[in-house]
């Protein structure tokens, strides 16, 4: 235990439910969230980069793992947990909606 300036000791506090609850979100939010946004990157990846078909393939499930590990730790550093999950969800979303749309568009063969 820590001393306060005073000379007593200070007691922890105990652990709320509220507590409890944001951190179990934020690890959902870094597994799940942190898992779309990882396969939604590697989908566009897949899609955009300038590379024979193996070569993308192989580049961006690589660099998902970069992403995936990026963002989980952004959710842990966000603010609250709601903004580490509406970011997660939104910039997967974005992510996936522009793979799906260039694909169905014939941007690569």
């Given amino acids: 235990m820590s001393e ?3 000379g007593h000791l200070k007691r922890r506090q105990p652990t709320t439910a509220r507590y409890r609850w944001a ?3 934020r690890t959902t939010a870094a597994l ?3 898992y779309l946004v990882a396969y939604a990157s590697a989908a566009l990846l897949t ?3 300038p590379m024979n078909r193996i070569n ?3 580049t961006a499930s690589l660099l998902s ?3 995936w590990t990026a963002v989980a730790i952004w959710v842990f550093a966000a603010r609250s947990a ?3 999950w509406w970011t997660v969800l939104a910039a997967g979303a ?3 909606g522009l793979a799906m749309t260039w694909r169905d568009c014939g941007m690569r063969p």
Avoid: K
Wanted: glycine content about 12%; proline content about 4%.
């Fill in 4 to 6: 306060a300036p005073s």
């Fill in 56 to 58: 993308r393939a192989v």
């Fill in 94 to 96: 974005v992510m996936l």
């Fill in 23 to 25: 951190v179990f979100s």
């Fill in 82 to 84: 709601w903004r580490g």
């Fill in 65 to 67: 793992f970069v992403v």
């Fill in 47 to 49: 899609i955009v980069l």
């Fill in 32 to 34: 799940f969230g942190g």
